[in-house]
């Protein structure tokens, strides 16, 4: 079956570190692939996505290249702010017409100043 | 006003009683989706809608069941609440795009269900 799994948190950073959370997935035929962020006390919004295979997906500084070869999806920032605290999810979505998302477990992600 | 809106945003309950958690949105998407989130499991998905018509089990689907009232609202049941039951429940929508593999969903700002 479809699955994503990505590295178990918490993460901690000072302010200006270089952020990497790794996504790895298993799915058949060519999925979608996105980070969705959960700041505190709300509900999941996403942060980036990509399509096909070596697309780059990009948002507020995050990057994330859609690795067919290694099936991969690693989220990636070069300077993380405080404000970037909050729990990251990964997910896919396999085209077969009537799927649901399929969501990573969540990395929670701690910047102190 | 917000998108996709989760009433009540916070509940307590005691084990036995039947809890309804109420999704509703304003963006004229077919799909609806409830999840939990617990700390360390990530989010795990109830149940889902693809249209009124159509409901469909998720990965944890014991102890609830939904009704699908409209295209707008999707509510999910507790039909008698256990401790374990105790969690984050989030509401989500997507959109049917045809002939695509992408598949944004949004999210509600979620329910936080206490059950003693």
């Known amino acids: 079956g479809n699955s994503v799994t990505q590295m178990e948190g918490p993460v901690t950073l000072s302010e200006e570190a270089f952020l990497t959370i790794n996504c790895t997935y298993t799915a058949t035929g060519y999925p979608s692939l996105f980070w969705y962020v959960q700041y505190p006390g709300e509900g999941l919004q996403l942060l980036l996505k990509a399509t096909k295979a070596d697309d780059k997906g990009s948002n507020k500084g995050f990057e994330a290249t859609y690795r067919k070869e290694t099936t991969s999806f690693h989220l990636e920032k070069g300077s993380v702010q405080v404000s970037d605290s909050a729990v990251y999810f990964c997910a896919l979505h396999a085209y077969s017409g009537n799927t649901p998302l399929v969501f990573g477990k969540g990395t929670r992600l701690s910047v102190i100043a | 006003d917000a998108d996709v809106t989760q009433t009540p945003r916070n509940r307590i309950t005691k084990t036995g009683k039947r809890i309804m958690l109420e999704c509703s949105q304003t963006?004229?998407?077919?799909?609806m989706y409830w999840y939990r989130q617990d700390p360390g499991l990530g989010l795990r998905l109830i149940y889902y809608?693809?249209?009124?018509?159509?409901?469909n089990k998720g990965e944890i689907s014991d102890g609830y069941s939904v009704s699908r009232q409209a295209q707008a609202k999707f509510s999910l049941s507790l039909e008698s609440a256990i401790p374990n039951q105790t969690a984050l429940y989030f509401c989500?929508?997507?959109?049917?795009?045809?002939?695509?593999?992408?598949?944004?969903?949004?999210f509600g700002p979620g329910t936080r269900l206490t059950v003693l």
């Open positions: 963006k004229g998407h077919d799909r």
């Open positions: 989500a929508t997507s959109d049917l795009v045809r002939g695509s593999s992408y598949n944004e969903q949004f």
């Open positions: 809608s693809f249209d009124v018509k159509d409901i």
